[in-house]
């Protein structure tokens, strides 16, 4: 197949492609990508994205939409990949997009989970709230005080990087272009916290014929119950940052503390699928929520 | 010192098997493997085999002393063992982080690509390895970027084999 994708896309942008440098990277919900390359010591020129069935086809083609939208209405400080087509090569559908460089936010990650970094939740705020001034809709919702706007869908360190001052997004497949405010800040958080407890679980085995013990692999990527009761339900040093985050959100996009916390409520309850979510998990947001507001209110 | 390298599977031809334990469905590695290799067809078949890496390392010194190129182990081994069954290795990808859990392919005579993808996509997501395991990827980049073409480090490699 790509001896017949790289003649395609050299066809299509005019460009000489190295035939013989390449990279496929398999991604998350059996889709994959393939970096191309021109001759010399470069990065690569572009990136063709394609998909192992028609649920993840979907995903490539909502996220090259929203890169299409992104691209007709750019926000400030925000920088995310041009798209650049498509292309049907042996029945298989590629999405080409280009390729942005960057530092990724995930290479700042403290190497021991106690000492995660507060200042990245700042460049998350600052960062969401721009977008939020940029994408909102005019009219608010059910007369609340906050409008539709732009949602990411999968806001995480992996998906972020910082190139020249601006925050560039990647994957978006998960995207909407009518979403709703405050869910990126959460799943920023919630997945910091995932990922803080994930550090130091991929281990070196050593290789073995028996496929049952031959993952190295032990993190746990799907959310917990105890990650919501950590992150959101419980007084500590990780859900203080938490919330003095959700605060300044809120309070630079002008949404108040009822509409915060239904948000906050509809994205544990509704939006993530958590597991092992016990009947009352409700009971400790609110107390914790309010005791972190009246800290806040009263410095 | 050779390296012994071990078949654990036939991708495609007659008799796919592939692992149970990989993130990657067997359908979607089928695919990935299928774009990253030129050509797919009845007389074609893929390989997947774990080297040995420190096998593969001492084997390529050997090939540098005058008089230990039989020695010679890792891939050109196993080229050579193919070749006296009559079967011919057309085409070479490597895979990371492993064998068992393949995610990212690359061309095994490309050294740009190694680089990059061990620099971009790898390094930042180190802070999921255990202390060893980051030593390792410290050490295993350091070295790599000293060499022109350490073909000999991969620990996975897929190969597309053909009849003569």
């Not at chain 1, 994205?49 to 979907?58: L, S």
């Not at chain 1, 969401?128 to 806001?155: A, E, M, N, W």
């Not at chain 2, 390298?5 to 149970?20: A, R």
Request: proline share 4%; charged share 20%; glycine share 6%.
């Amino acid at each position: 197949m790509l001896r017949k994708l790289i003649p395609a896309v050299e066809r299509k942008f005019g460009w000489k492609l190295d035939h013989n440098r390449y990279l496929v990277v398999g991604n998350a919900f059996s889709k994959f990508s393939v970096f191309l390359f021109t001759s010399g010591n470069r990065p690569p020129v572009c990136i063709a994205k394609a998909a192992c069935n028609e649920a993840a086809t979907e995903k490539c083609r909502n996220e090259y939409l929203v890169l299409k939208f992104l691209i007709g209405s750019p926000i400030k400080n925000i920088r995310s990949a041009e798209p650049m087509g498509t292309l049907h090569v042996s029945d298989q559908l590629f999405f080409l997009q280009e390729y942005v460089e960057s530092d990724l936010l995930l290479g700042d990650l403290p190497l021991h989970r106690r000492a995660f970094i507060g200042r990245q939740f700042s460049i998350a705020v600052d960062h969401l709230s721009q977008i939020y001034d940029s994408t909102k809709k005019p009219q608010s919702v059910d007369s609340r005080s906050y409008s539709k706007c732009f949602q990411h869908g999968d806001f995480w360190l992996g998906n972020l990087g910082v190139r020249r001052n601006h925050l560039v997004l990647y994957d978006l497949e998960f995207s909407r272009i009518l979403g709703t405010p405050l869910y990126d800040l959460l799943h920023f958080g919630i997945y910091y916290f995932r990922v803080l407890s994930n550090i130091g679980t991929y281990r070196i085995t050593r290789p073995t014929t028996d496929s049952s013990s031959r993952s190295t692999d032990h993190r746990t990527l799907t959310l917990q119950a105890d990650d919501i009761h950590t992150v959101f339900g419980s007084v500590n040093r990780y859900s203080e940052v938490m919330y003095a985050a959700i605060f300044a959100y809120i309070s630079n996009c002008h949404i108040d503390h009822a509409d915060a916390l239904s948000l906050l409520l509809r994205f544990i309850g509704r939006d993530r699928s958590v597991e092992n979510l016990p009947d009352n998990w409700e009971s400790g947001i609110e107390p914790t929520y309010q005791i972190w507001r009246k800290k806040w209110s009263g410095s | 010192m050779t390296s012994k390298p071990v078949l654990i599977g036939f991708i495609f031809g007659s008799s796919p098997i592939i692992y149970t334990d990989s993130s990657a469905t067997p359908e979607d590695l089928i695919i990935q493997l299928d774009t990253a290799f030129n050509v797919h067809d009845s007389d074609t078949i893929v390989l997947g085999v774990r080297m040995n890496v420190i096998g593969n390392l001492v084997g390529h010194i050997g090939t540098k002393i005058p008089g230990m190129k039989n020695h010679a182990g890792g891939l050109e081994l196993i080229c050579r063992t193919l070749s006296r069954h009559g079967l011919r290795v057309v085409g070479e990808v490597a895979c990371l982080p492993s064998l068992d859990n393949p995610r990212f392919f690359f061309p095994t005579r490309d050294h740009s690509s190694h680089m990059m993808l061990l620099r971009t996509f790898l390094l930042p997501r180190r802070y999921s390895l255990g202390l060893w395991a980051r030593v390792l990827l410290r050490t295993y980049i350091f070295i790599t970027s000293m060499l022109r073409s350490p073909n000999y480090l991969y620990q996975g490699l897929f190969l597309q084999v053909r009849k003569c």
